[in-house]
């Protein structure tokens, strides 16, 4: 009974500890990492597209400082100037579960980095990149897409969204559709 | 169910009776009503004596063996026990996160302990002290010694007696599980928003932080529900309102200051819960709300909360001065309203904190009044105390030492205060380490200094073993000169400009040479806590052995046994002085009545203590541990989801019908 | 009476606090200087009752009333004696208390009053860093600077105190007291300085992982040095004016720096993070933590966790050949 008790703490522990980390200094100083995803879940052969991931995404998705900071972030470098809150507006909304390029973390570090057609800039070498990670983890919450005690609750500000911890969940649909916004006359 | 006490049966007693060890003895005139006849076949206590009635009763209200009998209990002095014990060790806790502190301050620039961990030790040590140790450890002392006090059996709602206690511990245990897990408040222990808000306060911490405060606020309320009716309806016969001892009278008005403050907090914290985890908007200033709205809610306890802690140390001063000065207290009417005054002045006094919020000038100027005449009540007190000692006959043993050093420390304290009191000296010396020094100068020398006497006086009737006087006296000078070197230097430092909170400084402010000597000082401070807590351990089982009454002091718990058999008296006293046993030296006049078989206790009216009626004492429960467990889960739940606000209710309420289902008393059966 | 010994002790370190540039009892203006003066006023006071009372309390151990004196027995010539000596004593607390209350009070309407001179700052507490704003009736006069601000002597200044993120609260003992920063609304405080010289602030309410490193310099200086350094604050940037300086910018412009932080004269144009128009010539670095040397600014832009943990500013990429011109670029951007 006792050591039950001993078990499941010790369990909470490492689920606790993760979510609640504060890394501030990345340790060594941020090369990009290297991600292959595939855009499409077609692959010329049998089985799914092969894929390489650094494995930083669930780090970084479950971690309530990271999205915390990428909720900073996302003010201070002015994406909503092109996306408004996650609802879209010269840009697609980020907050839907249609993603041009795909939407998990992934995809969206390198959409940040890459830059994208039709007006996404690359920001490669002016966000470095544990900051472009922390702007993704925000972003994928958006969707509430990370575990709901992770996903930061409303700012401090004028409220125009719900905050990403209430929305309902949504699911990425990978190479999905054209969004409303890129179908606008332009 | 209840019986009216008839003169028929106090006139069946023969004789006055010492009630600890049973001797024969007689009843003067008690008023009484008659009223339905008595039952014939119900054993009392007038019908048995001697060791048979000793034995008879500690049966009917002793506790049972094995895990289930001790999760029931409702024994308020086991409960006590429970929380005096909780209590301080969450205070060595909270002196172990201080230590961490000074280590990590006696050098400039010192890379001992990093921001984020420095964070949260100075909030849990804030927290740990102030909600863990602070209200809790004079709620304890209220709950053992209370009842024994006013000579009754056992505190008004055991039960809900029991269920605070297990809340306070299972609150106390959640944060301090949360800062081993590195999710411990990281946000001060007053929690400021926007800091602990939604938006900079990321995570869980300073949910935890919010919840701590439910639990133990749940607590406290409950302790003090049952303090007040204990002290006003459950008093022996004879104890008049002007009889009360000073230490009941403490525990009363500071049961009152919590009922009234404690839900100030709870308010904010709950508020704090609701924007971080609903999204509500009570401290967005850019949807209308308004950060200060946090701090005067959270003053408005805040400042009540220090004498909450602050008035049972009053208490413990006047039994320890009374009994150490050989001599009745000297003003005892004028002791009495100090303590009522100061309990309302306190309510007034929060616009203190906030001073340099950019609040209007005049209002706040108010503040400064009021802050500074509650020094007049304070005043009061510490002068009737020392004319006691001055008409009385000292006798210098260490609860005695404690109590003149908090006259030394408590006092400097205060008068300290009355410099932050000032608006204007106050934006010089608000969030530096000068009112570091102020605070605990008043805290410690207020509450711990003597607390550690009433430790040393109260050891004897709690153990039934005296501590070393000896290692008491090294402790003393220990402890004086530790929290000395440890705390005067703060009021230099901050005038030199060192804010609180800093987890480093840097070498050119000039201020590292008197942070070393506060931090050697914190090492001889918490030395001298170690000593004490040896002194307990190795007294406990080999310190000589005490009588009922080795200080040969006169309230009321010196009359039962040490420690006190679970019915604390065989019979229950008689009162006809304020100093009961100095009054009736050879033996106590006791009325008897109540029934041997179950529990019972007299209930008397609230200003003459005229015995009123016989009402029974609830019995042992394993309800308030569920209902407590069903409490915390509850609690936590609704840290991390709103819903679990309804589906937790469910156990909730299984747990209190259990609680308050309908028994057939035993007495109905008759 | 040998409980005096630690006391005589105690009372000469209070000698060693006079001094300092952050000290609230080594006062430089008005408002400083009268709150000093009121500090000693209540010292005086408040110890003469402190050693009364621990006198009265001493004497009261050294009494004895004759043993085996019953407890309850009390005399009624000593109590009434007793009686009177305490109310007289609560009645002269209570002057006392109300006395001082007074003092108070006359103190508080000086000392925020606010006359308002010609210069007025917008300050707005961020964290964990003092952006600071001089307003200008004429907008191409309106400048913004970080953690440093100067002010002419012997004239009061206007300070609006906002804050962008939690409360902060602007403090700088040699001049006056402090007064919060507090979202959403704007506090006014006023800062004067009777001599030249340079007084350091700091953070006074807890904001935050760094609140222990967010300081800020006042420098009082004549009126003609304070014009002077104003007018240079208006102007844009110093170009680089050699190769390795030159170097340096290109470095800046090509690196995240430019999304945080703002040069006037060159295409940084970052809004969220302390201006660095003339960053050369602030005597520090990360809000009072490092003094500016190249050294120190190569460490700062290399590892700002090492040296402030948790501050907004990441670690960036940067090779090792360019950290030297980065350090001296903006060395040199006095």
């Given at each position: 009974m006792r050591w039950l008790l001993i078990l499941s703490l010790a369990a909470f522990s490492l689920a606790a500890c993760e979510r609640e980390d504060r890394e501030y200094r990345s340790n060594p100083v941020t090369a990009e990492t290297n991600e292959k995803i595939a855009l499409s879940p077609l692959s010329a052969g049998p089985g799914s597209p092969s894929e390489q991931r650094s494995g930083l995404g669930q780090q970084y998705e479950e971690n309530a400082y990271h999205i915390s900071q990428g909720q900073r972030l996302y003010t201070w470098f002015n994406c909503n100037g092109c996306h408004a809150n996650g609802g879209g507006d010269s840009g697609p909304a980020l907050m839907d579960d249609r993603w041009i390029y795909g939407g998990q973390i992934e995809n969206i570090v390198q959409t940040i980095r890459e830059g994208r057609p039709n007006g996404m800039p690359s920001f490669?070498?002016?966000?470095?990149?544990?900051?472009?990670?922390?702007?993704?983890?925000?972003?994928?919450?958006?969707?509430?897409?990370?575990?709901?005690?992770?996903?930061?609750s409303r700012r401090d500000d004028m409220s125009s969204v719900p905050a990403e911890q209430r929305r309902p969940p949504g699911e990425v649909i990978d190479g999905g559709q054209i969004p409303p916004s890129a179908q606008m006359p332009q | 169910m209840t019986r009216a006490i008839t003169s028929h049966d106090l006139d069946a007693v023969p004789e006055v009776s010492r009630l600890a060890t049973g001797e024969r003895g007689?009843?003067?005139?008690?008023?009484?009503?008659?009223?339905?006849?008595?039952?014939?076949?119900?054993?009392?206590?007038?019908?048995?004596?001697?060791p048979e009635l000793t034995a008879r009763l500690a049966k009917t209200w002793g506790t049972d063996k094995?895990?289930?009998?001790?999760?029931?209990?409702?024994?308020?002095?086991?409960?006590?026990?429970?929380?005096?014990?909780?209590?301080?060790?969450?205070?060595?806790?909270?002196?172990?996160?201080?230590?961490?502190?000074?280590?990590?301050?006696?050098?400039?620039?010192?890379?001992?302990?990093?921001?984020?961990?420095?964070?949260?030790?100075?909030?849990?040590?804030g927290t740990t002290m102030m909600f863990l140790f602070g209200v809790p450890i004079g709620e304890a002392f209220a709950v053992y010694l209370v009842p024994l006090m006013v000579g009754t059996r056992n505190i008004a709602f055991p039960r809900l007696n029991a269920y605070s206690y297990y809340v306070y511990l299972f609150g106390g245990l959640m944060i301090w599980v949360a800062f081993m897990l590195n999710i411990g408040p990281d946000v001060g222990w007053f929690a400021y928003v926007p800091l602990s808000g939604p938006e900079f306060s990321p995570g869980k911490r300073a949910d935890f932080?919010?919840?701590?405060?439910?639990?133990?606020?749940?607590s406290g309320i409950a302790v003090a529900i049952s303090i007040i009716v204990t002290v006003f309806k459950l008093r022996a016969p004879g104890m008049t309102l002007d009889r009360i001892p000073l230490f009941v009278w403490a525990e009363l008005v500071n049961s009152f200051v919590i009922i009234f403050a404690l839900p100030a907090v709870v308010t904010a914290s709950a508020a704090l819960m609701m924007d971080r985890l609903v999204g509500t908007h009570f401290f967005n200033p850019a949807e209308g709300g308004d950060a200060l709205l946090y701090q005067?809610?959270?003053?408005?306890?805040?400042?009540?909360?220090?004498?909450?802690?602050?008035?049972?140390?009053?208490?413990?001063v006047s039994a320890i001065v009374v009994t150490f000065a050989r001599r009745q207290a000297f003003g005892y009417i004028a002791l009495v309203l100090s303590l009522i005054a100061t309990g309302f002045l306190s309510f007034g006094l929060w616009v203190h904190h906030m001073f340099t919020t950019g609040l209007p000038q005049l209002g706040a100027s108010f503040f400064t009044a009021s802050s500074m005449l509650i020094a007049i009540p304070n005043g009061i007190q510490i002068f009737c105390w020392i004319a006691t000692l001055w008409d009385g006959r000292p006798v210098f043993r260490t609860p005695l030492l404690f109590i003149i050093g908090f006259f030394f420390i408590f006092v400097a304290g205060g008068l300290s205060g009355i410099m932050?009191?000032?608006?204007?000296?106050?934006?010089?010396?608000?969030?530096?380490?000068?009112?570091v020094a102020h605070f605990h100068y008043v805290l410690i020398g207020g509450n711990v200094f003597p607390l550690i006497a009433a430790v040393y006086y109260w050891f004897p009737k709690f153990t039934g073993r005296m501590m070393s006087e000896r290692l008491g006296k090294w402790h003393f000078w220990l402890a004086f000169i530790g929290f000395n070197v440890t705390f005067f230097p703060m009021h230099i430092t901050g005038l030199m400009g060192m804010p609180r909170r800093v987890y480093t400084y840097l070498p050119e402010m000039g201020w590292a040479n008197l942070n070393l000597v506060s931090s050697i000082g914190a090492v001889l401070f918490f030395g001298s806590f170690v000593l004490f807590l040896y002194n307990i351990v190795s007294?406990?089982?080999?310190?000589?052995?005490?009588?009922?009454?080795?200080?040969?002091?006169?309230?009321?718990?010196?009359?039962?046994?040490?420690?006190?058999?679970p019915q604390n008296f065989d019979r229950i006293p008689v009162v006809t002085n304020r100093e009961p046993l100095w009054a009736n030296r050879d033996s106590l006049p006791v009325v008897a009545g109540l029934s041997v078989e179950n529990r019972e206790q007299i209930v008397s009216t609230i200003t003459h203590g005229r015995a009123d009626l016989r009402e029974s004492s609830p019995e042992p429960s394993i309800w308030p541990f569920v209902a407590a467990i069903a409490t915390a889960i509850l609690f936590v739940g609704s840290m991390f989801t709103p819903w679990a606000l309804v589906w937790g209710s469910i156990p909730l309420a299984v747990a209190l019908m259990g609680w308050f289902w309908p028994k057939p008393s035993t007495e109905d059966e008759r | 009476m040998r409980r005096v010994g630690p006391f005589a002790l105690f009372a000469a370190l209070p000698l060693g606090g006079c001094q300092g540039w952050q000290s609230a009892l080594d006062a430089h203006g008005p408002s400083a200087r009268s709150l000093a003066d009121m500090f000693w006023i209540f010292v005086a006071v408040l110890a003469t009752v402190w050693v009364l009372t621990m006198i009265t309390l001493l004497l009261a151990l050294r009494r004895r009333r004759p043993a085996d004196t019953d407890p309850l027995a009390t005399d009624p010539q000593t109590e009434r004696r007793m009686t009177i000596t305490i109310s007289v004593a609560i009645g002269l607390t209570l002057v006392t208390v109300v006395s001082l209350t007074g003092l108070s009070y006359a103190a508080q309407k000086v000392l925020f009053a606010h006359k308002g001179g010609a210069l007025t700052l917008l300050v707005t507490g961020?964290?964990?860093?003092?952006?600071?704003?001089?307003?200008?009736?004429?907008?191409?006069?309106?400048?913004?600077?970080?953690?440093?601000?100067?002010?002419?002597?012997?004239?009061?200044?206007?300070?609006?105190?906002?804050?962008?993120?939690?409360?902060?609260?602007?403090?700088?003992?040699?001049?006056?007291?402090?007064?919060?920063?507090?979202?959403?609304?704007?506090?006014?405080?006023?800062i004067q300085a009777d001599r030249p010289g340079v007084y350091r602030g700091q953070c006074a309410e807890y904001c935050g992982l760094q609140h222990a490193h967010m300081g800020l310099l006042v420098i009082a200086e004549s009126k003609e040095d304070f014009e002077r350094w104003r007018e240079h604050q208006i102007s844009s940037a110093i170009p680089p004016n050699d190769d390795e300086r030159q170097r340096g910018m290109e470095i800046l412009l090509s690196k995240p720096c430019v999304m945080c932080h703002q040069i006037r004269g060159t295409d940084a144009g970052g809004k969220v993070a302390p201006d660095l128009t003339h960053v050369g010539s602030r005597r520090y670095i990360g809000a009072g933590t490092l003094e500016t040397t190249r050294g120190n600014i190569a460490a700062w832009i290399v590892d700002p966790h090492g040296i402030k943990p948790g501050v907004n500013m990441p670690t960036i990429q940067l090779e090792p050949d360019e950290v030297q011109p980065l350090a001296t670029y903006l060395e040199g951007l006095k």
């Open positions: 490669r070498g002016k966000i470095p990149d544990d900051q472009i990670w922390q702007i993704a983890a925000y972003i994928r919450s958006m969707g509430r897409n990370v575990p709901k005690p992770a996903a930061p | 007689g009843v003067p005139g008690i008023q009484s009503e008659a009223d339905a006849p008595p039952s014939p076949d119900e054993l009392r206590d007038d019908q048995v004596d001697g094995g895990l289930i009998g001790t999760l029931s209990t409702v024994d308020h002095k086991i409960i006590g026990r429970r929380f005096i014990v909780t209590a301080i060790i969450f205070l060595f806790l909270g002196g172990l996160s201080a230590v961490a502190m000074r280590m990590q301050l006696a050098l400039p620039e010192n890379r001992l302990i990093g921001p984020d961990l420095y964070n949260q030790l100075f909030t849990m040590h932080w919010a919840q701590m405060i439910t639990f133990t606020e749940v005067h809610l959270f003053w408005f306890f805040g400042h009540p909360e220090v004498y909450i802690i602050f008035l049972p140390a009053t208490g413990w932050l009191a000032s608006v204007p000296l106050d934006t010089q010396v608000h969030d530096t380490f000068f009112v007294s406990a089982s080999r310190g000589p052995l005490a009588g009922a009454n080795p200080w040969d002091a006169g309230t009321l718990e010196w009359a039962a046994a040490s420690p006190p058999m | 961020q964290q964990w860093w003092w952006e600071v704003t001089y307003e200008d009736p004429q907008p191409n006069r309106v400048f913004t600077t970080a953690n440093e601000i100067h002010i002419p002597v012997g004239e009061p200044v206007l300070i609006k105190l906002e804050s962008s993120d939690v409360i902060h609260s602007f403090w700088v003992p040699s001049l006056t007291g402090k007064m919060d920063a507090i979202t959403g609304r704007q506090n006014l405080i006023q």
